[in-house]
């Protein structure tokens, strides 16, 4: 690892070593407006692990770069079909800028047509895509005649091949109202998980499953199981309503007639999240405009009954869509939406979303446990982002953590959310407040942005320490003030290396590099694409899983933070035995020292200083680095760590120790 001749000391607890400085950009490594001569919006993306990414959203451009691919530039519909389009793009920021637009493709008919979220195939690389279509003429696949509209408007499912060429899977999923898919989870085999949002009382594949018979009120939600290269008519496997006589979950109709126009924020649209559990149960989370839902929570719920006009609502249901394995409510008193969840590595489910509750039932030592109000000072309503993880495995205590958005004084929310290997949380959304939203130290883009929207990736660390756990916070574009609309983040993914890549929209001050689009293509707003380090200065690696297994599941490392001069990081260990004590090695020299007798295994840390550490009930632990007021260069320290720890009688067949691998930083 290169490091400046320099050295200083740092102060470990009541210990000091001599450290090395090392540095790296806090640039974005990619970064790129995508779009035609109107507006378009990115709402999903998948990274390959290759580095190709995958994206799709919606265009009411006619000029979108279609027919410039450099792998295929003859895309299955390259021509727009009606007033607003899907689209599918396929990009390689490895490229140069010309070329990295691998293909990309219209996809509907001649009414409006919005894609919102997408999976791709490991083996295959198929592209699955689920929207909301209007068009009675919706493209049909490998050259059919397209699927029949049911309804005002009905979701629809596509597969596309991985080149752009070949329309492999076309059909829609509705009744005779208004339907739309959100959300695609993968289930392992040749089937996927979808959900939604209806108004129609006659869904396909209802009977038998938790609620076969629509509930009733202005919307439900609903969960629906596909094998889409099943042959016609044999590619639902089951569907189940969910809801009560209230509104379940905003559909597009709704939403349009509200705002007059299709401006859309994929979260808003959507009001719930999907995800899978490794029994394969579907997990889904919606907001409920309920006083009693049929059937009501479980027993073991976190909270058994709403607070508000609006709850969170969480169910886990079978793989069968026939029971019902665990419901609970959670919210305040007002309005509190759910827009996305994802699975913790310690068991349970991060939820992440928008409230308009003063009240929130917010966890000791959240990351900002106040609702912040705006007032005349700025645009928007006073909405805060939320997050939360619920385990249902842990019944009524299940509320794990719980925190408002540590965002700014007016509207803010959480569209997308990804959990890393050690339980850490990055959050993406967007701000519309009074200039003053929290920015941490080597930000991608300093400073709070404006009065308007601006997109926003916030990562922290939910261990109970209040702001201490925001590890980094950063906004993307939205700096001049001079349009309505400046940009959010609907999605994001990590890769291996500690980075995160975000899409949505902007209008101006996106951080361009590497760009295949350099500058707005002269519409409202175009897609937006941009790759930057979650570490920034450190080596770009946020967590490593460990192959040593601590009470049957790996040992991870994490750090937390990367703090100028005077500021502090964290060393994170998760997984690790509960209630054991360990020890944590500091230094710099890869050189390996056999433990003693009894002990087997090999210290790869030739140790400068040494630090006991207990784990807690969870197996988590951590400790604090201090760097030194004094320290005369921006870069932060760089070191090698090491895990280890002793076993107990909760971990047995483990051997007496469990070792981590070493961590550079």
Do not use: K
């Amino acid at each position: 690892m290169p490091r400046f001749a320099n050295t200083t000391r740092l102060v470990v607890g009541t210990l000091s070593f001599a450290a090395g400085l090392t540095a790296q950009s806090t640039a974005a490594t990619w970064s790129t407006y995508f779009g035609g001569s109107s507006r378009d919006e990115i709402t999903a993306l998948h990274r390959d692990p290759n580095g190709v990414i995958t994206v799709v959203g919606f265009s009411d451009s006619t000029d979108l770069a279609t027919t410039v691919g450099s792998l295929n530039p003859t895309p299955l519909q390259p021509a727009a079909g009606g007033s607003y389009d899907a689209f599918v793009a396929r990009f390689d920021p490895a490229l140069p800028p010309a070329s990295q637009l691998l293909w990309c493709t219209y996809v509907g008919g001649s009414g409006d047509d919005f894609a919102f979220d997408l999976t791709v195939d490991p083996l295959t690389s198929v592209i699955t895509v689920v929207g909301v279509s209007a068009s009675s003429d919706f493209p049909g696949a490998m050259g059919q005649a397209g699927p029949t509209l049911q309804g005002q408007s009905d979701g629809f499912l596509i597969q596309i091949d991985p080149t752009g060429a070949a329309l492999l899977t076309s059909m829609l999923v509705g009744g005779s109202g208004a339907d739309h898919l959100s959300t695609v989870v993968p289930d392992g085999s040749n089937s996927v998980t979808v959900c939604g949002g209806t108004t129609s009382s006659d869904l396909p594949w209802t009977a038998g499953t938790v609620w076969p018979v629509a509930p009733g009120g202005g919307s439900d939600a609903f969960v629906a199981r596909i094998a889409p290269g099943n042959p016609a008519g044999t590619q639902g496997i089951w569907a189940t309503y969910l809801g009560g006589s209230g509104s379940d979950g905003i559909t597009y109709a709704d939403y349009a007639a509200a705002n007059g126009w299709p401006f859309v924020w994929e979260g808003r649209l959507a009001n719930h999240g999907l995800a899978l559990d490794p029994a394969g149960n579907a997990v889904v989370v919606i907001e409920s405009e309920l006083a009693v839902l049929n059937p009501v929570t479980t027993p073991n719920a976190v909270q058994s009954s709403p607070a508000g006009g609006l709850d969170l609502y969480l169910a886990v249901i079978d793989p069968t869509g026939t029971s019902l394995q665990y419901a609970t409510f959670f919210g305040g008193s007002g309005a509190d939406s759910p827009t996305c969840i994802e699975a913790h590595p310690g068991g349970g489910f991060v939820i992440g979303g928008y409230t308009t509750s003063t009240d929130l039932p917010v966890t000791a030592g959240c990351v900002a446990s106040g609702f912040q109000t705006c007032g005349a000072n700025c645009w928007g309503p006073d909405i805060d982002g939320l997050v939360c993880h619920i385990d249902p495995a842990l019944g009524a205590g299940g509320l794990r953590y719980a925190s408002y958005l540590p965002g700014d004084a007016g509207e803010d929310g959480v569209a997308d959310l990804a959990v890393e290997s050690s339980g850490i949380v990055t959050l993406a959304g967007y701000c519309a407040g009074a200039g003053n939203y929290p920015i941490t130290p080597r930000a991608l883009q300093p400073g709070a942005g404006t009065q308007y929207f601006f997109g926003a990736v916030t990562r922290i660390a939910m261990r109970g320490q209040g702001t201490d756990d925001v590890l980094y916070s950063t906004r993307i574009g939205g700096t001049n003030g001079a349009n309505f609309v400046e940009g959010w983040v609907n999605t994001i993914a990590l890769d291996e290396l500690g980075n995160v890549i975000t899409a949505g929209t902007c209008t101006d001050a996106l951080p361009i590099v590497q760009a295949h689009q350099g500058v707005v293509a002269g519409g409202i707003y175009d897609g937006s694409l941009t790759a930057f380090p979650l570490l920034p200065g450190c080596t770009g690696r946020s967590d490593v899983a460990l192959a040593t297994p601590a009470c049957g599941v790996p040992l991870y490392f994490t750090v937390g933070g990367a703090p100028e001069a005077g500021g502090r990081f964290e060393l994170h260990a998760t997984n690790a035995p509960p209630l054991s004590v360990g020890v944590l090695a500091l230094g710099f020299a890869n050189a390996p020292i056999a433990l003693p007798a009894p002990l087997t295994g090999t210290l790869l840390v030739a140790p400068l200083a040494t630090v006991t550490l207990v784990s807690d009930g969870l197996g988590t632990a951590s400790f604090p680095i201090l760097v030194p007021s004094t320290l005369s260069t921006t870069c932060p320290v760089g070191y090698s760590a090491q895990w280890l720890w002793l076993a107990n009688a909760t971990c047995p067949g483990i051997g007496p120790i469990a070792t981590s691998e070493r961590l550079d930083f």
